[in-house]
Nanobody, 117 residues
């Protein structure tokens, strides 16, 4: 099992910034992909940003140019720098890690991000 420690969520005004962190431990496999997903009530969980072990990134169109994902492979930690936040960025943000095998797919407990004036 993979253990997660997520932090950095909270309440911020529109235009503000937050930095999410997700530290993992206990993995018995090589973590290839790390990502952040967002879920709001009544909607499916959606990908916000992903990063491969080699550093290739992918972002949802709604956050391109505002969010930056990064990772520290030595620490098995992934970060999400969120700038120019908008009310529609509000949601519960989940950290996800994956290995090469389909069953190697684990989720963190999530952290709430609220963008409101």
């Amino acid at each position: 099992q993979v253990q997660f420690v997520e932090s950095g969520g909270g309440l911020v005004q529109p235009g503000g910034s937050l930095r999410l962190s997700c530290a993992t431990s206990g993995s018995t496999f090589v973590i290839w992909d790390m990502g952040w997903y967002r879920q709001v009530p009544g909607k499916q969980r959606e990908m916000v940003a992903m990063i491969t072990r080699s550093g290739t990134t992918n972002y949802s169109d709604s956050v391109k140019g505002r969010f930056t994902i990064s990772r520290d492979n030595a620490k098995n930690t992934v970060y999400l720098q969120m700038n120019s936040l908008k009310p529609e960025d509000t949601g519960f943000y989940y950290c996800n890690v994956r290995g090469v095998v389909a069953t190697q797919n684990y989720w963190g407990q999530g952290t709430q991000v609220t963008v409101s004036s």
